[in-house]
């Protein structure tokens, strides 16, 4: 007797692109496909390129059974499948997204937001396999966040928990663009750390980037690695207010593991070290060496797929 | 055919008095005695007092079903089943309080903290049934918290989560007895409350407050409800940096429900209607006007026992 291959669709919708592909249990994209999100302002012309697309691809794996479907988008609504008024898409007001779907395939179907699916692609696939108690951090454009409790998800009495970007670590600090001020993401992201890089510049041009026509988190961290001492500064206020509101966000939910992901964490040391140091100085003496933090194992080119497929499996365990 | 009537055990260990009762499942304690835990300075001898004690009121339930135990104690550790390093208790060290009591009974025996008992206690008989994603807030001589998330208390990966009277809202603000400063229970306990009072009635004797021997939060509740100008900005000033430390929470777990508890809870809209004001103000625009602040509906008498005997009925559904 044998045993048929089994698949996991995952679907990550982004403002740009919208990339699809099948997993397998041990978190290997076998295969994958894209399309421009924005060529399509009516969901439904959308939902039929995309279905039409993992069809294909599903049709070269016909010896394998096809066990579900994750989504990851903006703005998702894990309990009414629904994405809801989603700034960075044409699709306005509340879109049935998983409504739609479900007229072409018979498996279940599972939708959330991006930083969601990504915590859980950790527990799967990656550096929190077999972790009950986690937070998924992204260090993008913005700050976002998934956290896992007791294994599951925490979505909220709303379906839209897990706004570690929006809490506050500076009363009166940065104005952010929820309309809040202080908000740990206008600090701690790509966009947060190149501000605190033009303020620090404002004080003093003793640095290399004083020179670059440009200043890009990128360029921060190359000058940081290089040893220049103001970009080093730079990095030790951002993994202030990050170690800061981590500490916070532990007294409450006392996870075991905080996974760093995007192209902040991929500093790596340079933001993984001081971070954990000012956590430590915040943090309850009840926590205290005990919560690592750990950049994320899933392979950045394929982790939006890996982490959106990851509830296909997560709903079925 | 005639159904036994089921019971839960409910215990509470408090570091002055252990309560143990008997619960139905519509949440009235149907008996119940009292010890002093002091008395038992070896856990043994306690335990074996405890034992008999809940033995003596079960034997006048003999056509009862006893479903099982619930325990809550102060540094609990649900996992482990142990009662760590308690200052407030005499017993020092690790004691595997629920191993002890399996020894006496047949019947599921659970152990966690205070706080999350009075969550469960709350979802189970209270404000909060039905509902899967919850706080409770209980403002006492300090600040606990119990966390409900997708319908399970949220215990973290040590046992530990839920200390929300530990974020920091003040950074350098009032030493905290836990060595951090700024800590949300040096502003929302009664401690807290008349520290502030002390404050404010250093700058100004315009308030009946002056003439008071003691200042304690009674008292301050008390003016305020006469309309006295000083304990009104005391409650104002309270309920801002309890607003503020809601609001920071509820960017993460998105709770449906608070449930506030406690002495401090007791002054009702004095307390409720400004912490309201304040978290909406604090909040990201996505969770503002939808998350509700209650002040708890168990019986203050009962609530400690009715807690405890929560989790015997939690573990069975």
Same mark, same amino acid.
């Given at each position: 007797m044998t045993h048929k291959m089994k698949l996991a669709v995952g679907i990550d919708i982004g403002g740009t692109n919208t990339v699809f592909g099948l997993v397998d249990e041990k978190g290997s994209c076998l295969a994958q496909n894209s399309i421009k999100t924005?060529?399509?302002?009516v969901v439904e012309d959308f939902v039929d390129k995309v279905q039409k697309g993992v069809n294909a691809l599903i049709s070269n794996f016909?010896?394998?059974?096809?066990i579900g479907m994750g989504i990851g988008a903006p703005n998702a609504n894990f309990y009414t499948g629904t994405i809801e008024h989603?700034?960075?898409?044409?699709?306005?007001?509340?879109?049935?997204l998983v409504t739609l779907f479900e007229a072409y395939f018979d498996f279940p179907i599972s939708l959330t937001n991006d930083a969601n699916a990504a915590a859980m692609g950790e527990r799967i696939y990656g !550096? !929190?396999?077999?972790?009950n108690d986690l937070v998924m951090v992204t260090l993008g454009t913005g700050l976002g966040s998934g956290f896992v409790v007791n294994g599951d998800l925490v979505y909220g009495h709303d379906g839209f928990a897990g706004e570690l970007g929006h809490v506050i670590v500076e009363k009166n600090g940065r104005q952010c663009g929820c309309g809040n001020?202080?908000?740990l993401e206008t600090y701690a992201s790509a966009t947060g750390i190149v501000k605190t890089a033009k303020e620090f510049l404002a004080k003093s041009k003793?640095?290399?980037?004083?020179?670059?026509?440009e200043i890009t988190s990128k360029a921060i961290a190359d000058a940081a690695l290089q040893g220049d001492k103001l970009a080093l500064e730079i990095f030790d206020y951002t993994s202030d207010k990050l170690g800061f509101g981590l500490a916070n966000m532990v007294a409450i939910t006392s996870p075991k593991l905080i996974v760093l992901f995007g192209g902040l964490a991929q500093s790596g040391d340079l933001i993984l070290k001081p971070t954990k140091k000012y956590m430590e100085q915040y943090l309850l003496k009840t926590f205290k060496d005990k919560i690592q933090i750990v950049p994320s194992q899933l392979n950045a080119a394929d982790a939006a797929i890996l982490g959106a497929s990851s509830l296909a499996w997560q709903t079925l365990s």
């Open positions: 924005g060529d399509f302002p016909k010896d394998s059974e096809i989603a700034p960075n898409l044409k699709w306005k007001g509340i879109v049935p !550096a !929190a396999q077999g972790v001020k202080g908000c003793d640095s290399v980037l004083a020179d670059l026509p």
